[in-house]
């Protein structure tokens, strides 16, 4: 089991920006992390992916956040970043980050992004 922290949720008002990152837990002996990506799930709603990055640095964004959200990674840290600019309340949910590690999917505990003025 490989345990994921997010950090960077809160408040932000319409307009403005907000950034996350992942990493793996100081503790895990990771030697490299594969695929990786940014999920979020809104009140009543489903987990829905948010953008992606392969290994090699491709990346694939939702169309809801094309021009707005840039997802990046720095391999030697195994660490996983998103930048959300031009955020608004749609935006506001909970953010999980995933990451493929030994071939297998890890989920972070989730950090609370609320859009609002």
């Known amino acids: 089991q490989v345990q994921l922290v997010e950090s960077g949720g809160g408040l932000v008002q319409p307009g403005g920006s907000l950034s996350l990152s992942c990493a793996p837990h100081?503790?895990?002996?990771?030697?490299?992390?594969?695929?990786m990506a940014w999920y979020r799930q809104a009140l009543e709603q489903q987990r829905a992916l948010v953008a992606h990055?392969?290994?090699?640095?491709?990346?694939n964004y939702a169309d809801s956040v094309k021009g707005r959200f840039t997802i990046t990674r720095d391999n030697g840290k195994n660490t996983m970043y998103v930048e959300m600019n031009s955020l608004n309340p749609e935006d506001t949910a909970v953010y999980y980050c995933?990451?493929?590690?030994?071939?297998?999917?890890?989920w972070g505990q989730g950090t609370q992004v609320t859009v609002s003025s």
């Open positions: 995933n990451m493929v590690v030994r071939l297998q999917g890890y």
């Open positions: 100081e503790s895990e002996s990771i030697f490299s992390v594969g695929a």
């Open positions: 990055i392969t290994a090699v640095g491709t990346t």
